[in-house]
């Protein structure tokens, strides 16, 4: 089978590439250039796609002895996840770009163009497992599961997942650490990226200000009553607790949340803890790894990347989909991931374009 890894400089790409050598397959390595003007290193353990990144993955492919290429995605990149990620902050949601980078640029641009030079499948370095049943490929959660990244793949479909490869998924990573070391790769006890790639100081307000510019407008509580003043509802993203600058406590002395974000009238609420307890999540551009959801459908359902799974109904209309937590949960932001599981296995993803707390007695509130 002829193989494109994608190699990002990391341990492990490195090791993905390598154990598929390892297997048999025909290899050629990749790094995606995604940035205009790279860093010649990266700071720490932020960031990534540095300079320093891409030598390194070309030594690692000049080890294993397998063609090495650089391939320039930055105007794709900027338009499918920088774009989108300071649109959805405008629009007051919490977008997740590395689930957009999966969906937009690894697995679509990537496969599109490696599929048409005549590549079977792409092989990444990420933690999540692929398994086969009745001819049909299904997404799993990795046997490491401080290090699983299903979430960020929910938003693969059937064709996606079968012309792709996780090498990784079914090891620790301080194993893939250690097997990086016995293969002699440089990368092995690189530190991992963290944070943002495209924000690689880490300041993600000051990146959005730099774009966005600032609007002050107001911050009020639950009953309209204006509180303080903030440069711009972008700076918030819902359950912040932190740098709000409210100057007087609440009445009660308890900590306040933001509750709900409004571009609109650029306003920002915010109120007690409990306040952001909701038991309903609306969905919007659902995808399936292999089919929609069958009607009464019952699992788990998680909304961060490293969130708890939580138990969970859904419905979907054809448009919509309408998940029911079993029990409230806090800090669920519209424009994060919706990803449905049954047991580890990923069922799909949407956007999450409102939440509500619903009761018996009551409507509920809705909030997006």
């Not at 890894?5 to 050598?21: C, K, L, Q, T």
């Not at 353990?45 to 390194?56: F, L, M, N, Q, T």
């Not at 806090?330 to 994060?336: E, S, V, W």
Request: glycine share 10%; hydrophobic share 35%.
């Amino acid at each position: 089978m002829k193989v494109l890894a994608a190699m990002s400089g990391g341990v492990d790409s490195a090791v993905a590439a390598a154990r598929m050598v390892d297997a048999g397959h025909e290899v050629t390595g990749v790094h995606l250039a995604l940035s205009k003007n790279p860093q010649s290193f990266r700071s720490g353990a932020r960031g990534c796609c540095s300079k320093e990144d891409s030598h390194d993955a070309r030594r690692a492919a000049d080890l294993l002895g397998i063609p090495f290429y650089v391939w320039d995605l930055s105007d794709r990149f900027i338009d499918d996840v920088i774009d989108d990620f300071v649109s959805e902050y405008a629009a007051g949601r919490t977008p997740n770009p590395c689930l957009r980078c999966n969906e937009k640029i690894k697995f679509a641009a990537v496969l599109e163009r490696g599929m048409a030079l005549g590549f079977d499948a792409v092989a990444t370095g990420h933690y999540a497992q692929l398994t086969e049943t009745d001819g049909r490929v299904e997404l799993r959660r990795a046997v490491d599961q401080d290090k699983d990244q299903s979430y960020v793949l929910g938003v693969l479909d059937q064709h996606q997942l079968r012309h792709s490869a996780f090498p990784l998924g079914d090891t620790r990573k301080p194993e893939v650490r250690d097997e990086a070391e016995r293969r002699g790769l440089i990368v092995a006890r690189k530190p991992d990226s963290h944070d943002i790639c495209f924000i690689p100081d880490g300041d993600t307000q000051g990146f959005l200000d730099a774009r966005l510019g600032q609007r002050p407008g107001t911050i009020v509580d639950e009953s309209g009553q204006e509180l303080g003043e903030h440069a711009g509802t972008h700076q918030f993203t819902i359950g912040q607790r932190k740098g709000l600058n409210l100057g007087a406590p609440a009445a009660d002395g308890r900590p306040r949340y933001v509750l709900d974000i409004s571009p609109v009238d650029n306003r920002v609420t915010v109120g007690p803890q409990e306040s952001l307890q909701v038991n309903r999540i609306r969905g919007i551009r659902p995808t399936w790894t292999d089919e929609a959801l069958p009607l009464d459908w019952r699992g788990h359902v998680q909304v961060r990347a490293h969130g708890a799974p939580v138990p969970a109904a859904a419905e979907f209309d054809g448009s919509e989909v309408v998940i029911t937590l079993d029990d409230a949960a806090t800090g669920i932001a519209p424009g994060q991931a919706a990803v449905l599981y049954d047991g580890d296995r990923v069922i799909g993803s949407s956007t999450i374009s409102a939440t509500e707390r619903v009761t018996s007695t009551a409507a509920g509130v809705m909030h997006g």
